[in-house]
């Protein structure tokens, strides 16, 4: 293959300082889907869950992803690999462990990417429609999956570009109905009731946690990029505390100027007296902004899912490429291109799982919004998490048996398994109410959560085979690069 030569040429490699801190951060950025945040998922999580609460919500979780991060960032210093959470489990849990770790990884992304698809093709539908252009979802969710197959195709620096622009044209039309609502002293002034424990215990807390954690799903594929970044020792720790705190108080003041811009006693029943929640920032931009800005959005809705789906493929085409690349996956699928060094292989076979998926749901009727996304991107939150859990844990353990890497114990093994437990009983609590959280009932309620416990058995057994028949290998795995 003419894409393929010897690791010790240093062909067959991700493409090497292609990525700063900006780039990196904004490549997760994008993933957390900042307008589609905001615009959809915000006011469902104030509907469903707990209201007004909801920017404490985002306080509370923010700072749990920080105290992830401390132990995160710390492994990532010694750890370089593209496979980020099968690679911290694979070293930590052992290579078993990482082979299931691999593969929840892999459903996890491709649970994002094609299920923010569904709604892709759904907003992009109903835009066109409104301009005297109709079209099937699915047509334009194809169309998406074309472009996106050319960017993860091409080389990474690319699509970093193009994320960084419409991640910023996201940001300023939010932060224009912000500013609005703040001059403006929102609907009755502006209080700070939501940060108050009535406000956060009022209605589903548990619920309103869930969807503020969901809003943040991407932030952790900064290490993703480890291969690929300048001065990695640097620039990941960096792009993920920059992440964290972009995203965490984005949506903390977003939403707290969302509460005030209805008022905190009207919001609930505002919500729940509207044909379709996920039109409430609009309605707030016309209150306060006027009627030119809401076509405006609905334009960058449709971008922010693209760049969305854009950034989960890159993510799950480079755990792909690592799984082929240390023989857990066939070895044709851990290389590069010999020109973009981009993980080509491993992105072709994700547009064609993107392909299949979404025909199988046009083809049997299922809505893309209601059907696809929900299922999809709700087993593709409880995969993360899982994962996220399984990390917190490895480090721990890791660093137990290296206790001179780093020196303090606080860092390496207590806040990490004081956010491993928290991981775990949100997992737990997703897993067991994960048919009212995604809509689905009966067969399903049971089968999509527990397509996460498939994945982790298809990789257990991939492993075990690696074992048998390269235990080099096998030892290796998630070793990835030299830190």
Known sequence: MDSQSSPATGANQLRKNALGVGAVTFLVVSAAAPLTAVAGGVPLSMMLGNGAGIPAGFLLVTTVLLLFAVGYVAMARHIRNAGAFYAYTAQGLGGMMGGAAALIAILAYNCMQIGIFGLFGAAT???????????????????????????????????????TVLVLLEYAVVMVINVAILGKGGDSGLGFSSFTPTAFFSGSPSIGILFCFAAFIGFEATTIYSEEAREPNKTVPRATYISVLIIGLFYMFTSWLMVNGAGADKLVPELQGLADPTTFLFGLAERYVGSWLPPIMNLLFVTSLFASVLAFHNGVARYMYVAGREKLLPESIGVTHRVYQS???ASVIQTIIAVLVIGLFAFTGQDPVLALFSWLTNVGTLAIMVLMALT?????????????????ALVTRIIPAITGLI?????????????????AGGFLAVFLPGL????GVI????AASLKS????SFARLGAGVEA
């Open 125 to 163: 539908s109903g835009f066109f429609a409104s301009l005297g252009l109709e079209l099937p979802w699915w047509v334009w969710t194809y169309i998406g999956i074309a472009l996106v197959a050319v960017l993860g195709y091409r080389r990474v620096d690319l699509s970093a570009k193009i994320l």
């Open 452 to 455: 996460v416990l498939i994945a």
């Open 392 to 408: 917190a844990f490895a480090i721990v353990v890791f660093f137990g048996r290296n206790p001179g890497l780093e020196p303090s």
């Open 343 to 345: 993980p080509h292989v």
């Open 423 to 439: 991981l775990l009983a949100l997992v737990i609590f997703i897993a067991s109410n994960f048919g009212d959280l995604a809509g």
């Open 469 to 472: 028949r390269n235990s080099v």
């Open 459 to 462: 990789g257990l057994v991939l």
